[in-house]
């Protein structure tokens, strides 16, 4: 039997952490769900982050696997790590209120695969998190359910759409959460609360239970704390699934034994214009160390262009905007009032764009793929940006239903993540600094088409060798 971790740095565990000491001996399931709820009745008073909590039925759980685990029967790859989830993935019989006032009572018939998938490794879900209504704003606003706050400070943004995910991780509130990426709705809340977020190729993981915003663009995973726990997380999740035909065949390599260490040779791009133009002084500060690190650590980096960019900017917000507005048409007719203002002025704008440019920006889309990859990754493993070219806005400056004026800060936040969902790449975020206010800089790592192993390798590296992932908020 193994030394048991001690009481009060249970919360402080990475998922990863949580399930090996579970495995080993160490921990009980159900202290580490106690310690999680404990932070939860704590500090979500001021965060917000919880939606459903599932108080009682989480440490049924805990105690179902730890008996199970004394009993010397086999455990997942996940049993012992408490985690929520983001607010739209259903789970038949459950309240799933897609943060909005038109689901607030809605009840799914089906469960979302990849939450049978947690389940099956032995994932100990604990209820649902405050997100974007319908997952559709950058920043973590919320009129029905109110806004979720930074645990670095709240006065700050979370990052949006998966709000509660990003800052329930950052706050320690569990070891993992899913979260949606449609355009860096993953990356940006894992940058702006110092977490690490992952979003896979465009359907590596299955999408079949999940509430839709783009039938092109939406993407399924984790934030978590450390690139070696998004690793584990996604060999469970990815992979083939007969209810959804749109997820890829491609083999799920074992991603957590691709993490060496090393980035040594590696070959690190990045663009001289796009990502950096017009970029907050701390956040390029906090870029350069973190690429100074990894030149250290022995990758080689290089300055390149890429004049795809501007086409790949212009189409990303097309296809989203339209298949938004096509998704919401009957709700849009039938119950207009209930949006967000901001939200129902988005919808209505998809509804203006001609179809021909809807089709132009899907048509062009296999093109410009293949040529950002000869500008970019040709001659390289992986493309470096920062994952938000600002620092972290106040809730108040990115509110645009309070003051239109705010629009272009409000879109500023997610102007780097958005190219990586058109362009369907494989895109990762991690801690690598903090601003002159103390908020989390966030470092985006983006490789070919089904790199995820080469993504994950250089941000477990970069991890290895700094502990930006390490610091949490003090509540």
Not at 52 to 65: G, I
Not at 265 to 272: D, F, L, Q, Y
Not at 368 to 382: M, N, S, Y
Not at 383 to 394: E, F, G, K, M, Y
Request: net charge neutral; glycine share 8%.
């Amino acid at each position: 039997m193994n030394a048991p971790v001690a009481a009060s740095d249970l919360a402080d565990l990475s998922m990863t952490e949580a399930a090996d000491a579970f495995a080993r001996g160490e921990l009980r399931a159900e202290a580490l769900v106690r310690a999680c709820l404990a932070r939860i009745e704590a500090h979500d008073g001021k965060v917000n982050a919880v939606i459903r909590l599932d108080r009682e039925a989480a440490l049924a759980a805990a105690a179902a696997q730890d008996k199970a685990r004394a009993a010397g029967e086999a455990c997942g790859p996940l049993a012992g790590a408490p985690m929520m989830h983001k607010d739209m993935y259903y789970r038949a019989g459950k309240v799933s209120s897609c943060g909005s006032k038109i689901r607030r009572d809605f009840v799914p018939q089906v469960t979302a695969t990849v939450l049978e998938r947690l389940d099956a490794a032995g994932a100990i879900d604990m209820g649902t998190l405050n997100m974007a209504e319908f997952a559709q704003n950058p920043t973590g606003h919320n009129a029905h359910f109110g806004h979720c706050h930074n645990p670095w400070n709240l006065d700050y943004c979370t990052g949006g759409s998966s709000s509660g995910s990003g800052a329930g991780v950052a706050a320690r509130f569990f070891t993992a959460a899913l979260g949606s990426d449609t355009g860096g709705s993953i990356r940006l809340p894992a940058t702006l609360c110092g977490v690490t977020g992952l979003k896979a190729t465009q359907t590596r993981v299955s999408r079949h239970g999940v509430m839709p915003l783009s039938f092109s663009c939406d993407n399924v995973g984790p934030l978590v704390r450390t690139a070696r726990d998004a690793a584990r997380f996604l060999r469970v999740t990815a992979g083939q699934d007969p209810k959804d035909p749109t997820s890829a065949a491609e083999p799920v390599p074992d991603y957590e034994a691709a993490l060496t260490g090393s980035v040594r040779g590696m070959r690190i791009a990045v663009c001289e214009t796009y990502f950096l133009d017009g970029a907050d002084a701390p956040v390029v500060a906090a870029f350069e160390q973190a690429l100074a690190a990894l030149r250290e650590a022995g990758a080689v980096v290089t300055r390149i262009k890429a004049p795809s960019l501007a086409a790949i900017a212009a189409y990303t917000a097309l296809v989203s905007r339209v298949e938004g507005a096509a998704i919401h048409a009957n709700w849009m007719r039938e119950h207009p009032g209930d949006y967000a203002i901001h939200l129902s002025a988005r919808l209505f704008g998809g509804y203006a764009i001609p179809g021909h440019l809807y089709v132009e920006a899907l048509s062009r889309r296999g093109a410009l793929l293949k040529q950002f990859v000869a500008e970019a990754l040709t001659g390289h493993d992986l493309v470096a940006t920062p994952t938000l070219r600002i620092r972290v806005p106040t809730l108040a400056e990115t509110d645009i239903d309070a003051d239109p004026a705010n629009w272009h800060r409000f879109m500023a936040v997610s102007a780097n993540t958005r190219p990586f969902n058109y362009l369907g790449l494989p895109t990762l975020s991690v801690p690598c600094g903090f601003d002159d206010r103390g908020l989390p800089v966030g470092l985006q790592l983006a490789g070919r088409p089904f790199a995820e192993a080469t993504v994950l390798r250089a941000g477990d590296a970069f991890q290895r060798a700094t502990d930006w992932h390490r610091r949490a908020p003090a509540l």
